[in-house]
């Protein structure tokens, strides 16, 4: 029996490449990039620009994809902050299209929003809880869930919480930039009052295949571990064993940046737990991912 098609947009993305690595058994996987490559054998890429609607309309009329997971953002708050209309048209826009499309041919979709759409003053956070966002990223994506939810009821969104990967080509990641970093002895300057629930992007690129079978519902995807970026720092260099010292902890207030900054976003994550979902620990994924990580 041929398998069925399935999109993901954002294949050339962290979570995206992980995603078309785990798919590509079940899936005859499609998968969407723009300023960068597919790098997954046997994943067939489709350059398509998300702030123009008609091609994306022509990249389904293209695949006649039977599932689709949208992973692709713009995805840096600080670059949203500084280019708002660019997230409007990305992360708003090109979902809504990707909604409305899903919808008339009745076909699953996974939307992948982000913790970011609470603005941290009152964690954890439960899927019922109203969103807050500070951020124009979170306030566009928060903006593209109510979306989804009106056009497609049985869409899913899945709350992603900061997540780290390392693959080749993700150089410039947040876990890859903090082990080079160490690596090379130099600073590392992490906040000690910013908390997420982080969580590997393998153990969420197999929630969100999960997600394919939950139609219509909104879940959290986090780790079970809320920690501050400098516990993470910390972890790290204990898996390196770098020198501490190295690790220089900051208040975020003392480091202005475009975006305002949630404090505390971690996710509560129980029903994906009771559903199935098992993150791997933080630790023993650093453990096997940190090693193989080039410099
Ligand atoms: N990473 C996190 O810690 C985190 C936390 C919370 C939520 N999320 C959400 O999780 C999802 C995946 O994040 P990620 O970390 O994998 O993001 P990422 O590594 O930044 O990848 C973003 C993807 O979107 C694509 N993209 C960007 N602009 C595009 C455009 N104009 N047209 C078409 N494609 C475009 C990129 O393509 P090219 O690279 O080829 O240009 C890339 O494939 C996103 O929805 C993000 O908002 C991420």
Known sequence: MPKEKLLITGASGLLGHALCLQAEQAYDVYGTCFQNEVMVPYVTPIKLDLADTKQIAQCFQKVQ?????????????????????????????????????????????????????????????????????????????????????????????????????????????????????????????????????????????????????QPGVLLHLGGRRRLSRFSMGCLIADVLKADHALLKPMLAKDLPMPAPRSPDVSLSSERAYVLGYAPEDLVSYLERSVPGIVQ
């Open 65 to 213: 994809p039977q599932a689709v997971i949208h992973t692709a953002a713009f995805s840096k708050p600080n670059s949203c902050e500084q280019q708002p209309e660019k997230s409007r048209l990305i992360n708003l826009q090109a979902t809504v299209e990707i909604a409305q499309l899903c919808a008339a041919s009745k076909i699953p979709l996974v939307f992948t929003s982000s913790d970011l759409v609470f603005n941290g003053k009152d964690a954890p956070y439960y899927e019922d809880d109203p969103v807050s966002p500070i951020c124009v990223y979170g306030e566009h994506k928060a903006a593209a869930e109510e979306a989804v939810r009106e056009i497609y009821s049985k869409a899913t969104i899945y709350r992603m919480p900061l997540m780290l990967g390392a693959a080749p080509g993700f150089e410039s990641g947040f876990l890859a930039h903090m082990v080079r970093t160490l690596r090379n002895k130099e600073r590392l300057i992490l906040f000690t009052d910013e908390f997420r629930t982080a969580v590997d992007t393998e153990s969420a690129a197999s929630g969100l295949l999960m997600a394919l079978k």
